[in-house]
């Protein structure tokens, strides 16, 4: 191996956005994915985005434009509210799907916290 990390082809990605797990080999980058720079990004983007094709279906209802604007927005404001309330948990079972620690999911707030710590013993010279 050439000592960069693995990434998945184009269908392992999509497999993987579908809820397949990744080979071992990738397992950096599934950490990486769930957990560093951008994951809630990516997250929110694959759960809200391919949702808006059939939501416009509501746009084919007669009547006024904002009643169907007004029927997808009953369904899309929750799924907002939901899926951000969720990431955690998924990103802890995605983590755990793949043979890894869920604790993984919130090492970069430890991370942050002990840094906190540290300058505050630091400043206070415990």
Request: proline share 9%; net charge positive; with cysteine.
């Amino acid at each position: 191996m050439s000592g960069e990390p693995a990434t998945p082809t184009l269908t392992q990605r999509v497999r993987y956005i579908a809820g397949a797990t990744l080979p071992p080999s990738m397992h950096q980058w599934v950490i990486d994915d769930l957990t560093g720079p951008g994951a809630a990004r990516r997250y929110h983007l694959r759960i809200l985005l391919p949702i808006i094709a059939p939501l416009c279906v509501f746009l084919l209802i007669p009547g006024p434009l904002w009643m169907g604007l007004a029927m997808m927005a009953l369904l899309y404001l929750p799924l907002i509210y939901f899926t951000t309330a969720l990431m955690y948990v998924y990103r802890r079972h995605r983590l755990a799907k793949h043979g890894l620690d869920p604790a993984l999911a919130d090492a970069r707030e430890r991370q942050k916290h002990a840094a906190e710590r540290e300058a505050y013993e630091r400043r206070h010279r415990r």
